[in-house]
């Protein structure tokens, strides 16, 4: 896997972990341990009265019990305390010498409050017999998801492009591109040019700074176009689509990535058509470069 297609995973990986909260979140990471392990690894089913064994999922070989807990508007501190605590205390009961190793995990970027380790690290004082291992955020399930090969990371994502696919990009579909978004209601701005910090002033991930890359080295096919476009306007109302687009995202309060990959959904850049995909990135990375999509930073920013 090269470094365009890791990139490209590791910006849907971390979209998806965004979007999805509780049972989502939980369905989700079962799934991706289902392709990881196989039949080492089993989803817990609640049964009536007997309940899921305080479990999300099971594996195997290691004797290891997951429990997810992924709630969709943050951190409640007696909520969070009595989840770990009550999950832990239950899956002793529950799964007694079947359980070797217990792993808590979470939604949060950002990681735990300091109380939610406190507790699980006392959890893990107090029973030294059982393994009990450092929470796990979406960082930890993104590196699991980046360990699978490229079959099971199409069934989760689709297809992917690769550096060849960037290099053998031309003029032809990107032209396809632009004639669809010629269709878009659009208006005509003055296209202004980036700042040189511009990448790092909006806390883009480094997929997304190698997305761009990969779109630069062929923005001057785009240019090219735009150019020789019959109509003479259609660049700069282009840019001006491009500006409105992620006003509407930036309002929504998502993260810089998920802006990313919505204007990327609006350039065409969801299609598994492969070119349609490249042509996305070289598109956006000539108007990240030359319009307002994300912010240019301010003189003396880093000072």
Same mark, same amino acid.
Not at 160 to 173: C, F, G, V, W
């Given at each position: 896997m090269d470094n365009i297609t890791r990139a490209w995973y590791g910006m849907h990986i971390d979209v998806a972990l965004q979007q999805k909260n509780e049972q989502a979140y939980e369905d989700f990471f079962c799934?991706?341990?289902? +392709?990881?392990? $196989?039949?080492?690894?089993?989803?817990?089913?609640?049964? *009536? @009265?007997?309940?899921? *064994?305080?479990?999300?999922?099971? +594996?195997? #070989? !290691?004797?290891?019990?997951?429990?997810?807990?992924? #709630?969709s508007s943050g951190f409640n501190k007696s909520k969070l305390q009595k989840k770990i605590e009550g999950d832990f205390? *239950?899956?002793?009961?529950?799964?007694?010498? @079947?359980? &070797?190793?217990?792993v808590f995990l979470h939604n949060s970027p950002e990681g735990l409050p300091k109380y939610g380790l406190d507790l699980i690290l006392k959890l893990r004082d107090e029973n =030294?017999?059982? !393994?009990?291992? #450092? #929470?796990? *955020? =979406? $960082? &930890?399930?993104k590196d699991i998801i980046l360990s699978l090969n490229i079959e099971q990371l199409v069934d989760l994502f689709g297809p992917? =492009?690769?550096?060849?696919?960037?290099?053998?990009?031309?003029? &032809? =579909?990107i032209k396809t591109l632009l004639r669809a978004m010629s269709r878009k209601e659009i208006k005509k701005m003055t296209i202004a040019p980036v700042s040189v910090d511009k990448l790092e002033f909006n806390k883009l991930s480094d997929d997304v700074e190698v997305l761009l890359s990969a779109g @630069? @080295?062929? !923005?001057?096919?785009? &240019?090219?176009?735009l150019l020789h476009w019959p109509d003479p306007e259609y660049g700069e109302e282009l840019a001006e689509s491009f500006r409105n687009k992620y006003k509407s995202l930036a309002t929504e309060g998502v993260t810089p990535d998920k802006i990313f990959s919505g204007l990327r959904s609006f350039s065409g850049g969801n299609s598994d058509d492969i070119s349609a995909q490249v042509s996305s990135l070289a598109v956006l990375s000539y108007f990240f470069e030359r319009c307002d999509i994300f912010e240019n930073a301010p003189v003396g920013w880093k000072l």
């Open positions: 799934k991706v341990m289902k +392709l990881k392990y $196989s039949d080492n690894f089993q989803l817990i089913k609640a049964a *009536g @009265r007997d309940g899921d *064994g305080k479990a999300d999922g099971y +594996l195997i #070989p !290691e004797k290891c019990v997951y429990q997810s807990y992924a #709630p205390l *239950g899956a002793v009961d529950k799964w007694g010498d @079947r359980l &070797e190793k217990w =030294p017999t059982i !393994e009990i291992t #450092p #929470p796990w *955020g =979406p $960082s &930890e399930i992917a =492009p690769t550096q060849k696919d960037m290099i053998s990009l031309t003029h &032809e =579909p @630069r @080295r062929k !923005e001057n096919l785009v &240019e090219d176009l």
